[in-house]
């Protein structure tokens, strides 16, 4: 009985979709993002393991987990553990004083309404040669260029659970991350 249910919802969920005169957004995966500003790095894997060696299902059979990448030459311990096949690296200066800051996405959700939610960790520099790490989450993540600044949007569902919020946010000279702006998102292109 249950299974018969579940069929009839599934049919009714396509239905409704089929029938829509737009198309639902469509997001870019947050670790294969390409923006010229924002430029994608190579990912070294630091005393990666392979924890699925008996695994016999995708996604992440064969594929290494670490909290330490090394990424140019520089060695980053994350406050997490990765998998290689979900982590992506970018390299920009987000906050414009002349060095390079960056940005860690890793993949976190991967079924039904949370698929490509991601944790964000950004490596921002601060004056006097140091970096602090920001980390947030992001139903979906891009980045523009605006006001000739480098920004990161992060799309988020509102309290409703029915609109999505686009924010995009700005790095200060201190390292801050400040809201530049912020707006409703159309679910519907």
């Given at each position: 009985?249950?299974?018969?249910?579940?069929?009839?919802?599934?049919?009714?969920?396509?239905?409704?979709l089929?029938?829509a005169?737009?198309?639902?957004?469509?997001?870019?995966?947050?670790?294969?993002?390409?923006?010229?500003?924002?430029?994608?790095?190579?990912?070294?894997?630091?005393?990666?393991?392979?924890?699925?060696?008996?695994?016999?299902?995708?996604?992440?059979?064969?594929?290494?987990?670490?909290?330490?990448?090394?990424?140019?030459?520089?060695?980053?311990?994350?406050?997490?553990?990765?998998?290689?096949?979900?982590v992506?690296?970018?390299?920009?200066?987000?906050?414009?004083?002349?060095?390079?800051?960056?940005?860690?996405?890793?993949?976190?959700?991967?079924?039904?309404?949370?698929?490509?939610?991601?944790?964000?960790?950004?490596?921002?520099?601060?004056?006097?040669?140091?970096?602090?790490?920001?980390?947030?989450?992001?139903?979906?993540?891009?980045?523009?260029?605006?006001?000739?600044?480098?920004?990161?949007?992060?799309?988020?569902?509102?309290?409703?659970?029915?609109?999505?919020?686009?924010?995009?946010?700005?790095?200060?000279?201190?390292?801050r991350?400040?809201?530049?702006?912020?707006?409703?998102?159309?679910?519907?292109?």
């Amino acid at each position: 009985m249950k299974s018969k249910f579940m069929l009839f919802i599934l049919c009714c969920c396509t239905t409704m979709l089929a029938a829509a005169d737009e198309p639902l957004r469509s997001f870019p995966w947050p670790t294969e993002l390409e923006y010229e500003f924002l430029p994608k790095r190579k990912i070294e894997m630091v005393n990666g393991v392979v924890k699925n060696t008996d695994a016999r299902a995708l996604p992440d059979i064969d594929e290494k987990y670490s909290s330490e990448l090394r990424v140019d030459g520089r060695l980053f311990t994350l406050p997490f553990e990765v998998c290689e096949k979900f982590v992506a690296c970018y390299r920009a200066d987000l906050n414009c004083d002349g060095v390079q800051d960056y940005v860690f996405v890793h993949v976190v959700g991967l079924n039904g309404r949370f698929t490509g939610y991601c944790k964000v960790l950004v490596y921002i520099s601060l004056p006097g040669g140091r970096h602090d790490r920001l980390l947030f989450g992001a139903m979906h993540l891009e980045a523009v260029m605006e006001e000739g600044r480098p920004m990161l949007v992060k799309y988020d569902w509102s309290d409703d659970d029915i609109t999505l919020i686009r924010q995009v946010y700005e790095f200060d000279a201190k390292g801050r991350m400040r809201l530049h702006k912020a707006e409703a998102a159309p679910v519907w292109k």
